[in-house]
């Protein structure tokens, strides 16, 4: 479809659990965002990645963490779910025309 | 750092008519300011953007305006469809920053009605 898919699509997890959303790409492009969507507040920035093992904080990183070992795979980690971070999460690569391509998202409840 | 606010939140219009969406942003450095559709349960879609050294895009029923010195651009959607029902969101980004991250506005809800 759009060279980027999110998963898992749906996940259900209890406060205090780790989490691990997983980010895959098949168009080798450099940079990789994650941000969550939330009513009232569009997307915010969590982390992005500028290379293989390059990434840095963005808007609302608290209590998450991001790896990325492959050029394709862009991981987000929360550490120890809590019940803020029930969100809608994307995933997006950015194309030579500096614009993004969205993965479809992962929508987390944490209960 | 880029703070990006958008008007209204909520817009509802009459098939036809047409639809403005208005962002600000505060970053004087900011070059590049895309905007992006989302429909229900989908993922946020490029319908147009615009750069620093144009003043206004157009692509069919849609277009973008941009004004650097009062640092706003708008989104112009001409005779209005149902298909165009939708979020809105703009967004901005600066040239001088290498992480080439875009910080996006709050979102427009478009309900045009029949």
């Known amino acids: 479809d759009a060279g980027i898919t999110q998963s898992p699509r749906h996940k259900v997890t209890e406060t205090g659990t780790p989490v691990t959303l997983r980010c895959h790409q098949t168009?080798?492009?450099?940079?990789m965002y994650w941000y969550r969507q939330d009513p009232g507040h569009g997307l915010r920035l969590i982390h992005y990645?500028?290379?293989?093992?390059?990434?840095d904080k963005g808007e609302v990183s608290d209590g998450y963490s991001v790896s990325r070992s492959k050029t394709e795979d862009f991981l987000l980690t929360l550490e120890s779910a809590t019940s803020s971070q029930t969100s809608v999460y994307f995933c997006?690569?950015?194309?030579?025309?500096?614009?993004?391509?969205f993965g479809s998202g992962t929508r987390l409840t944490v209960v | 750092g880029e703070n990006v606010e958008q008007h209204p939140s909520t817009l509802s219009v009459q098939e036809g008519d047409s639809a403005v969406i208005k962002c600000t942003y505060s970053?004087?450095?900011?070059?590049?300011f895309p905007w992006y559709k989302q429909e229900l349960g989908k993922r946020p879609q490029l319908i147009i953007d615009i750069r620093s050294n144009v003043g206004e895009k157009k692509d069919q029923r849609i277009a973008v305006t941009l004004n650097k010195t009062a640092k706003h651009f708008s989104l112009h959607i001409t005779e209005t469809q149902p298909e165009d029902s939708a979020v809105y969101f703009c967004?901005?980004?600066?040239?001088?920053?290498?992480?080439?991250?875009?910080?996006f506005g709050s979102g427009t809800r478009l309900l045009v009605r029949p």
């Open positions: 970053d004087s450095a900011s070059n590049y």
């Open positions: 990645s500028y290379g293989v093992k390059d990434t």
């Open positions: 997006a690569i950015r194309g030579e025309d500096y614009g993004y391509t």
């Open positions: 967004a901005a980004s600066a040239r001088g920053d290498s992480s080439y991250k875009l910080i």
């Open positions: 168009e080798n492009h450099r940079y």
